[in-house]
């Protein structure tokens, strides 16, 4: 079987997954636009969730592999006597996923679509595998920003993670429809500047009281 037997199976099961959701779609369907056979689907993936898997390993891997890079760089720096900047943590995580959707074409819509319908899937088991693809990420991110946030918790840090994510999804989310109130902003790297700036601001903001505690 041939990468592009592979490549077009990927590429149907990724538009029909996006368009239908993961369990309204049949391997039938998938093979039917791949123009392949179902023994096809099953040499390269096995099942069909192994598939879905090996859709989302193949944008989000890359992508993580290019925030690592980052990090990697900054913390070289830091060997060398150059204080990290939590601005500068912030664009390692995000500046890979706006440059990689970019580089998908007319398939980022759809993956950004894909991902949307991800979060909405009622199987535990694709969830888990899902957000398991961004641990080595998380392993790595999170105690840089513990470093750089010492007044938070562990907990704390994990979800203001949590909204930096949710941020960047939305606003990819929007760049790929053309949603017409991003305004100038909607294209170039002013986009990824402002995104930077607001989560910077909000993983430095204070954390909040106490449920039934006011701040003095």
């Not at 679509?113 to 790595?140: C, D, I, Y």
């Not at 938070?152 to 960047?168: A, K, N, P, Q, Y």
Request: some cysteine.
């Amino acid at each position: 079987m041939s990468l592009a037997t592979k490549e077009r199976i990927l590429d149907a099961a990724e538009g029909l997954f996006a368009n239908h959701g993961f369990a309204a779609t049949s391997l039938r369907q998938i093979t039917a636009v791949a123009e392949v056979n179902l023994a096809a689907v099953n040499y390269h993936f096995g099942s069909k969730e192994a598939l879905l898997t090996a859709v989302f390993e193949r944008r989000v891997v890359p992508v993580n592999q290019e925030r690592l890079r980052l990090l990697d760089g900054l913390e070289a720096e830091a060997a060398q006597g150059k204080a990290i900047q939590l601005e500068d943590v912030v664009r390692a995580f995000l500046l890979p996923a706006f440059n990689a959707v970019e580089g998908f074409g007319q398939q980022g819509a759809k993956f950004m679509q894909l991902v949307g319908r991800m979060h909405s899937e009622t199987n535990e088991q694709l969830r888990a595998a899902f957000l398991k693809l961004f641990q080595p990420v998380g392993q790595r991110f999170v105690p840089v920003l513990r470093q750089l946030l010492p007044t938070l918790t562990e907990d704390e840090v994990m979800w203001r993670l949590h909204f930096m994510i949710g941020s960047l999804a939305h606003i990819l989310v929007c760049t790929q429809l053309e949603e017409p109130l991003m305004g100038k902003l909607a294209r170039g790297g002013d986009l990824v500047e402002a995104l930077v700036q607001f989560n910077t601001a909000g993983l430095t903001a204070q954390a909040p009281a106490p449920v039934g505690v006011r701040r003095a």
